[in-house]
């Protein structure tokens, strides 16, 4: 059997290899593998590299039946796009754009197999298969739906994208770019010459694998659209401060965080073994609150999350196991759990902060992590012998403005002059009341 070796036979191995390997690698990806919404994503993508694989083989062999069952995965490829970026946008799986790509799908499916639906075509010198009629506009439709909900959703994502992670959704924004408005561009432009079809595969599968890189360096982008995560605070069951983190700035006041969880502890037992967790509605956001055994946890969020709860469970479970010595004990000291962090970055990993602004805003390290001078950090070790002291004096010299460094080590050689002058006084005056007493 000969082989019809065409340049869009070409063209479609490098789009199918690079939608599925793409797809493969958020499958395999630590950060990414357990992700719902991209579960979803990964799925409709996983269909659009079959719809290209099948195609070239539909035209490698020359054999019509696999164009039509290329063409037929546009139809769940559509279905699951709608339901992953749904739920990256809203974290819902329900919307209207679901039930038109359903509805149409189902004509989709019966026109595939009507006679003419595919047919072959000299194009450029060499023979294809190609879809044609009323299912080749079908098709066309479908490809119109997938790539304007990629655009939408990349837009969306870089224009509430978090200062921190703007560069990463501005890519993110460029594949999305190219996967929709460019290539269906194209697609039109395969009316006027043939030619153009293989750029819209080139720019179909260098615009998918750009999507699936972005995501894959900053899941984050995944969790911008559904809830701004605010903050997330620990108390043991007297109401003492051990954690607190925070994601963004809000307007919650600072009262409402011990009001609420010393709220808590009041509650009957009842209400409390019904599963600990609680949502109290508030005018800005959610209040989620969890009281276990030892401690009781309190997140904000902008609105109820199914996922946020589950988070805060298992931080909760993760956090009371960790430091069960320190809490049996009733050790308050807020520096002792410091390392609750790690379990932060173990369930909040992917929730991006919206602390920073814009790069000229000022960043406050605190004393333990911030580099000085040596000749400060020198004085300042001289000066205060205790490391607790030593690394909240360093902390509260970084938040000082400029050049209150050198006044403050000016007013300490100050003071350490008049301790000298007084010391030395104070010894003439024992000198001098001695010589009396003789």
Not at 222 to 245: A, S
Not at 278 to 292: A, C, N, P, V
């Amino acid at each position: 059997m000969v082989l019809n070796w065409t340049p869009e036979v070409i063209v479609e191995i490098f789009t199918s290899a690079s939608i599925l390997i793409a797809t493969l690698l958020m499958c395999f990806t630590p950060r990414t593998k357990n992700i719902k919404s991209l579960s979803y994503i990964r799925l409709g993508l996983f269909f659009m590299g079959m719809l290209f694989s099948l195609d070239l083989l539909a035209n490698l062999f020359l054999i019509t039946l696999l164009s039509q069952i290329s063409g037929l995965m546009l139809f769940p490829s559509a279905v699951f796009f709608a339901i992953g970026i749904n739920y990256t946008i809203k974290e819902t799986s329900n919307s209207p754009f679901l039930i038109i790509v359903i509805g149409l799908g189902v004509l989709f499916c019966y026109i595939a197999f009507q006679p003419g639906a595919v047919g072959f075509e000299f194009e450029g010198g060499h023979l294809n298969v190609n879809w044609m009629g009323l299912y080749e506009l079908m098709g066309l439709i479908f490809i119109s739906f997938v790539g304007s909900a990629s655009f939408y959703w990349g837009l969306k994502t870089w224009l509430n994208a978090p200062f921190l992670i703007k560069r990463e959704a501005l890519i993110f924004l460029i594949g999305t770019v190219i996967n929709g408005p460019l290539t269906l561009t194209i697609y039109l432009f395969y009316y006027w010459n043939p030619i153009f079809i293989l750029f819209a595969y080139a720019t179909t599968g260098l615009g998918n694998l750009i999507v699936c890189l972005g995501i894959i360096k900053e899941p984050k982008l995944l969790y911008i659209l559904p809830f701004t995560v605010n903050r997330l605070v620990v108390r043991d069951r007297e109401g003492n401060p051990l954690f607190d983190h925070d994601w963004s700035r809000s307007s919650f006041n600072e009262s409402i965080f011990p009001g609420f969880l010393n709220a808590v502890q009041l509650m009957s037992e009842e209400v409390i073994n019904m599963g600990g967790l609680l949502d109290i509605k508030l005018e800005e956001g959610i209040f989620t609150l969890y009281k276990s055994e030892l401690i009781s946890v309190g997140l904000v969020a902008s609105k109820y999350s199914k996922l946020l709860r589950e988070c805060v469970v298992q931080f909760t479970r993760d956090f009371e196991q960790k430091f069960e010595r320190e809490l049996k004990k009733q050790v308050n000291d807020i520096a002792q759990y410091e390392g609750a962090f790690e379990l932060i970055e173990k369930y909040f990993s992917n929730f991006p902060y919206k602390n920073i602004k814009s790069k000229k805003q000022p960043l406050l390290l605190s004393g333990k992590f911030a580099k000085i001078p040596l000749e400060i950090e020198n004085k300042l070790s001289n000066i205060f012998t205790d490391e607790k002291e030593y690394q909240a004096i360093k902390t509260e010299l970084l938040k000082s403005p400029l050049g209150l460094t050198s006044a403050f080590f000016t007013l300490y050689n100050d003071l350490i002059d008049e301790t000298k002058r007084i010391s030395e006084e104070e010894t003439l005056l024992l000198i001098d009341d001695n010589d009396l007493d003789k």
